[in-house]
């Protein structure tokens, strides 16, 4: 990695992915993002750019404001980002007269002159320019004329982010160095310089190295002893190091910090020493003379040295293991179970088993599941009940926590399912996806769900990374744990009590748009629906159901008209169902210029199922309604993940093909439970 600090010297860029923020502690939260931004930079054969500032904005904004604390130097912040697999981190010499630009000079004169961005990777919340003019929206209008793109982390994800800082900060200033470490992946360290003291250590028997800590606004870890790792130049060393006011002296010299090197006796005047630290071991006390401090800090000793003979900390994994079953519905998919069965069971873990449940087929699949893997349960359907219903009538012979509908016609990776089931941990989550890819073109998202679900505001639904038939490429750019309106059928985690308790499935949808549907009930219930990138798996598409196809445009503005009329609050459907006719007859004119009429068809039939069984659907709206009171756990979270705009509009009128075209700000529906 490069590091520059001045921008009349940067080189001219290729193709260059950049994020800009004070990355402070470079814990796990920033860590997620720059393995996102050097991913996209990778896909691109481009490279990925940090933008900090040294000093921190707000010294030089704030300078009577003498709270700050930092959690890492710039010479830290850089060596973190390097490990990171960064290929620039650009230090800005943030002054008053850089502060004072406007949000148009600050794009043309600094992004765009010095680092020729090709996406930009922003905080919502991101603010530039003199008082702060600018936002994320100007940034985004203005890269139509500059040839950038934007690409928005979302509140969720800068929450998160803001929180681990907190965190962080909070941690050492109670001594917690231990969860700081959990939260960086590192030991927090301090640098500084050897300085003379007055000796009393030695006079003791316990030498210790007075350190001047080189930066200024360096946090300082709570009072206390800690065992500490030490680096000498080349030179590794342990020790304990004391950070307090000496209360035993009472000599008035204000908050010291002293390094007592183990098994060692050189002079170190002058040297330059960095300490990591491993372990708080107690706090500061006032002792009665210098026998007392002595004998304590012999005991200091023996703990220090007991502390450091463990193993380094490492990351703490989660040992929720709920009993979860991965359950593959299957119709005359013979070839899909010999393809890709086989990967779902060597990439299953221990506490997750894997059941194909049959629905009549009339092909060989049964007869091959019992020769091939006769450890798969196998549950028989007596008829086909279509998708939706099918998992209704099989998933109530399955006793489970946790729920993986899998459709047979995906392949999964490693470690699939142990990305997600952590999610469940938190009780508001009812429903999670991974990562949707084509299994034909694996560096695209695949139709169905692809990073996760969204909703416009007239009930069209559309995907993190598709948008209609246009899928796009996947390039890290939603990488992030996002809260979505809906989860995929193809690979659906669920809560199993949860399924059941909101009753399922439609079973008169057969396929299609079913999950919408219940995550939908989930999200009126108060429970959250998640993608989770991390999980991978790729998926044919159209296996189980072809996707152009008369029969399933029937499928679909069937059961999405229906959907909609379930759970939508009354005050809007009087305008909404109007207005839903209007859009759809749109669609049929545009089949109609396209020839196919068979289309056309599915439309009208569609609509003529809905109104001729208005009844049915009235009551059904009321029967969910009732479940969706009796499960709930808090307030309505349907204004997540849902949109303002029409997807319909922004793809046929404007052109727009991409998500980060037509997600902007999300909108808060009526919170009016429908009867």
């Given at each position: 990695?490069?590091?520059?600090?001045?921008?009349?010297?940067?080189?001219?860029?290729?193709?260059?992915?950049?994020?800009?923020?004070?990355?402070?502690?470079?814990?796990?939260?920033?860590?997620?993002?720059?393995?996102?931004?050097?991913?996209?930079?990778?896909?691109?054969?481009?490279?990925?750019?940090?933008?900090?500032?040294?000093?921190?904005?707000?010294?030089?904004?704030?300078?009577?404001?003498?709270?700050?604390?930092?959690?890492?130097?710039?010479?830290?912040?850089?060596?973190?980002?390097?490990?990171?697999?960064?290929?620039?981190?650009?230090?800005?010499?943030?002054?008053?007269?850089?502060?004072?630009?406007?949000?148009?000079?600050?794009?043309?004169?600094?992004?765009?002159?010095?680092?020729?961005?090709?996406?930009?990777?922003?905080?919502?919340?991101?603010?530039?320019?003199?008082?702060?003019?600018?936002?994320?929206?100007?940034?985004?209008?203005?890269?139509?004329?500059?040839?950038?793109?934007?690409?928005?982390?979302?509140?969720?994800?800068?929450?998160?982010?803001?929180?681990?800082?907190?965190?962080?900060?909070?941690?050492?200033?109670?001594?917690?160095?231990?969860?700081?470490?959990?939260?960086?992946?590192?030991?927090?360290?301090?640098?500084?310089?050897?300085?003379?003291?007055?000796?009393?250590?030695?006079?003791?028997?316990?030498?210790?190295?007075?350190?001047?800590?080189?930066?200024?606004?360096?946090?300082?870890?709570?009072?206390?002893?800690?065992?500490?790792?030490?680096?000498?130049?080349?030179?590794?060393?342990?020790?304990?190091?004391?950070?307090?006011?000496?209360?035993?002296?009472?000599?008035?010299?204000?908050?010291?910090?002293?390094?007592?090197?183990?098994?060692?006796?050189?002079?170190?005047?002058?040297?330059?020493?960095?300490?990591?630290?491993?372990?708080?071991?107690?706090?500061?006390?006032?002792?009665?003379?210098?026998?007392?401090?002595?004998?304590?800090?012999?005991?200091?000793?023996?703990?220090?040295?007991?502390?450091?003979?463990?193993?380094?900390?490492?990351?703490?994994?989660?040992?929720?293991?709920?009993?979860?079953?991965?359950?593959?519905?299957?119709?005359?998919?013979?070839?899909?179970?010999?393809?890709?069965?086989?990967?779902?069971?060597?990439?299953?873990?221990?506490?997750?088993?894997?059941?194909?449940?049959?629905?009549?087929?009339?092909?060989?699949?049964?007869?091959?599941?019992?020769?091939?893997?006769?450890?798969?349960?196998?549950?028989?359907?007596?008829?086909?009940?279509?998708f939706a219903n099918g998992y209704n009538m099989a998933m109530m012979q399955v006793d489970a926590e946790i729920y993986v509908l899998l459709n047979s016609d995906v392949r999964v990776t490693p470690n699939w399912i142990e990305f997600i089931i952590p999610v469940f941990e938190d009780g508001e989550v009812g429903a999670a996806q991974p990562k949707i890819k084509a299994e034909h073109?694996?560096?695209?998202?695949?139709?169905?769900?692809?990073?996760?679900?969204?909703?416009?505001?007239?009930?069209?639904?559309?995907?993190?990374?598709?948008?209609?038939?246009?899928?796009?490429?996947?390039?890290?750019?939603?990488?992030?744990?996002?809260?979505?309106?809906?989860?995929?059928?193809?690979?659906?985690?669920?809560?199993a009590d949860l399924f059941h308790a909101l009753g399922g499935f439609e079973p008169e949808y057969f396929a299609h748009a079913e999950e919408i549907d219940l995550c939908w009930r989930m999200k009126r219930a108060g429970y959250k629906i998640l993608a989770v990138p991390s999980s991978t798996v790729y998926h044919v598409g159209g296996g189980t159901l072809s996707y152009n196809t008369?029969?399933?445009?029937?499928?679909?503005?069937?059961?999405?008209?229906?959907?909609?009329?379930?759970?939508?609050?009354?005050?809007?459907?009087?305008?909404?169902?109007?207005?839903?006719?209007?859009?759809?007859?749109?669609?049929?004119?545009?089949?109609?210029?396209?020839?196919?009429?068979?289309?056309?068809?599915?439309?009208?039939?569609?609509?003529?199922?809905?109104?001729?069984?208005?009844?049915?659907?009235?009551?059904?709206?009321?029967?969910?309604?009732?479940?969706?009171?009796?499960?709930?756990?808090?307030?309505?979270?349907?204004?997540?993940?849902?949109?303002?705009?029409?997807?319909?509009?922004?793809?046929?009128?404007?052109?727009?093909?991409?998500?980060?075209?037509?997600?902007?700000k999300q909108i808060t529906t009526e919170r009016v439970t429908p009867v």
């Amino acid at each position: 990695m490069q590091t520059h600090f001045s921008l009349d010297a940067l080189p001219r860029f290729r193709r260059s992915v950049v994020t800009i923020g004070s990355f402070d502690g470079v814990h796990r939260g920033h860590q997620q993002l720059l393995r996102r931004i050097v991913k996209m930079a990778q896909h691109r054969q481009g490279e990925s750019i940090v933008i900090t500032f040294d000093p921190h904005p707000r010294s030089v904004l704030r300078p009577d404001d003498d709270s700050l604390r930092l959690l890492s130097t710039t010479a830290e912040k850089a060596r973190y980002c390097a490990e990171m697999g960064i290929d620039h981190l650009i230090v800005v010499p943030f002054t008053l007269d850089f502060a004072g630009q406007t949000p148009e000079e600050y794009i043309d004169n600094f992004l765009v002159r010095y680092c020729q961005p090709e996406r930009i990777v922003i905080g919502y919340d991101h603010r530039f320019g003199k008082d702060r003019m600018g936002d994320i929206e100007y940034l985004s209008h203005r890269g139509r004329e500059k040839g950038y793109e934007v690409i928005e982390i979302d509140a969720q994800e800068v929450n998160n982010i803001t929180v681990s800082s907190t965190t962080v900060r909070n941690a050492l200033l109670e001594g917690d160095v231990r969860k700081a470490q959990e939260l960086t992946g590192r030991p927090y360290e301090l640098s500084g310089r050897v300085v003379r003291g007055q000796q009393i250590g030695r006079s003791i028997g316990f030498p210790t190295a007075n350190l001047a800590i080189g930066h200024p606004l360096k946090l300082i870890p709570a009072e206390g002893i800690y065992a500490v790792h030490v680096r000498r130049g080349q030179q590794a060393l342990e020790g304990m190091l004391y950070i307090g006011n000496r209360p035993s002296l009472e000599d008035g010299r204000g908050t010291t910090i002293e390094l007592n090197l183990f098994d060692f006796d050189e002079d170190i005047y002058e040297e330059d020493l960095t300490v990591y630290f491993h372990t708080h071991l107690r706090g500061d006390l006032k002792l009665d003379g210098l026998a007392a401090l002595r004998d304590q800090l012999a005991r200091d000793e023996v703990a220090a040295r007991a502390a450091l003979a463990q193993p380094q900390l490492k990351e703490r994994k989660s040992n929720y293991a709920p009993d979860t079953a991965v359950v593959i519905l299957n119709y005359n998919g013979r070839d899909y179970l010999e393809e890709f069965l086989p990967s779902v069971i060597k990439h299953s873990p221990d506490y997750a088993r894997v059941i194909v449940a049959d629905n009549a087929s009339t092909d060989d699949s049964v007869a091959y599941l019992r020769e091939h893997h006769p450890d798969v349960e196998l549950i028989i359907l007596p008829e086909n009940y279509g998708f939706a219903n099918g998992y209704n009538m099989a998933m109530m012979q399955v006793d489970a926590e946790i729920y993986v509908l899998l459709n047979s016609d995906v392949r999964v990776t490693p470690n699939w399912i142990e990305f997600i089931i952590p999610v469940f941990e938190d009780g508001e989550v009812g429903a999670a996806q991974p990562k949707i890819k084509a299994e034909h073109a694996p560096d695209r998202f695949e139709y169905a769900g692809a990073a996760g679900g969204y909703m416009d505001y007239l009930g069209y639904p559309f995907c993190r990374g598709r948008v209609f038939e246009h899928t796009e490429r996947d390039e890290g750019q939603y990488d992030g744990v996002k809260e979505v309106f809906w989860a995929t059928g193809a690979a659906f985690f669920c809560r199993a009590d949860l399924f059941h308790a909101l009753g399922g499935f439609e079973p008169e949808y057969f396929a299609h748009a079913e999950e919408i549907d219940l995550c939908w009930r989930m999200k009126r219930a108060g429970y959250k629906i998640l993608a989770v990138p991390s999980s991978t798996v790729y998926h044919v598409g159209g296996g189980t159901l072809s996707y152009n196809t008369p029969r399933k445009t029937y499928l679909n503005f069937r059961n999405t008209l229906t959907t909609s009329f379930k759970n939508e609050p009354l005050s809007r459907l009087f305008w909404w169902l109007p207005v839903r006719l209007l859009l759809d007859g749109a669609a049929g004119a545009l089949f109609l210029s396209q020839g196919k009429f068979e289309h056309i068809a599915s439309i009208l039939r569609a609509h003529f199922h809905f109104y001729g069984h208005f009844n049915l659907w009235l009551g059904r709206r009321k029967e969910r309604s009732q479940q969706i009171k009796a499960a709930s756990i808090g307030r309505d979270r349907t204004e997540i993940g849902r949109v303002a705009d029409s997807v319909i509009v922004h793809h046929y009128l404007l052109r727009h093909k991409r998500f980060s075209d037509i997600y902007r700000k999300q909108i808060t529906t009526e919170r009016v439970t429908p009867v």
